[in-house]
């Protein structure tokens, strides 16, 4: 059905989470200002970007504000509750629910800077003592 949301978080794709990063920085920004930003990065329509735009506020990716012109659009969510709900989805299915294989995997691709291990250290000592 045409504009129905549907149930359940949305799982933006790629080009709606480019869209999304211009907006989480810089929104709430007109069409054109966003084909702008993307445009800067890699070659993109204007039309191209509208019709994204158009999609992602029936999908309730974005709001859009008709009050002004030209119209703005916004995201709809935090750009944290975006993230922590696609990195939940990945986990779910790329490691079958397992925070640890994640973890343990993405250690094992690159060393992490003592910097790094810092902040899981003291995140972890967080986890232990139910602060998070």
Avoid: C
Avoid at 24 to 51: C, D, F, I, M, Q
Avoid at 85 to 110: P, Q
Wanted: net charge positive; charged share 30%; proline share 5%.
């Amino acid at each position: 059905m045409i504009g129905v949301v549907p149930a359940g978080p949305i799982r933006p794709t790629k080009s709606e989470l480019a869209i999304l990063r211009v907006l989480w920085e810089g929104g709430p920004l007109s069409v054109r200002e966003v084909h702008t930003t993307l445009n800067a990065v890699k070659p993109t329509g204007y039309t191209t970007v509208l019709k994204l735009m158009q999609i992602m506020t029936e999908k309730g990716l974005v709001e859009r504000d008709d009050t002004v012109r030209p119209q703005l659009y916004k995201a709809k969510q935090k750009q944290t509750h975006t993230q922590k709900h696609l990195l939940r989805d990945f986990i779910d299915r790329a490691y079958g629910g397992s925070v640890k294989a994640l973890v343990m995997h993405a250690l094992s691709t690159r060393k992490p800077s003592a910097e790094d291990v810092e902040e899981l250290e003291a995140l972890l000592e967080r986890f232990k003592k139910g602060d998070v």
